[in-house]
């Protein structure tokens, strides 16, 4: 069936069918949608660059808020930000640290992507 033979028999029908279409064309939209996401790497994060100092991991990431409707869902990322990532034992703890690292840090692991 065209699209102009499906408008033609969607004009026939009651305001209640027709909602009902609006409602399913949504859910199909939405499933799209969901389908084409998942495409991409499942990641919530892009690491655009990263150190390492002594037990350290410093880690420039982009960061996905996983909020609906926000700006990073559509691929537009937070960040980039650095973040600090230390192994103590088999637990991995991140700490923030900004849009900059400080500058005795920069010094010691270069802030620069190689
Ligand atoms: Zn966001």
């Known amino acids: ?3 102009t033979q499906i408008k033609h028999a969607a ?6 069918q027709l909602s009902k279409i609006c409602v399913w064309l949504h859910e199909l939209i939405r499933r799209a949608e969901d ?5 991409r790497p499942p990641s919530r994060k892009g690491t655009l660059a990263e150190r390492t100092l002594d037990n350290k991991t410093y880690r ?12 990073c869902m559509r691929g ?6 650095w ?9 991995v703890t991140s700490q ?4 900059r690292i400080p500058k005795a840090l920069e ?3 270069g802030s620069r992507s190689e």
Request: glycine fraction near 12%; hydrophobic fraction near 25%; proline fraction near 2%.
């Open 96 to 99: 923030y640290i900004g849009k």
């Open 11 to 16: 004009r026939l029908l009651s305001l209640g």
């Open 83 to 91: 973040y600090s990532y230390t192994r103590v034992g088999n637990k």
């Open 76 to 81: 537009k990322l937070h960040g980039p930000y």
């Open 35 to 39: 389908s084409d996401r998942t495409e």
């Open 107 to 109: 010094k010691k692991i």
């Open 1 to 3: 069936m065209g699209l």
């Open 60 to 71: 420039l990431e982009s960061i996905r808020c996983g909020k609906e409707n926000c700006k």
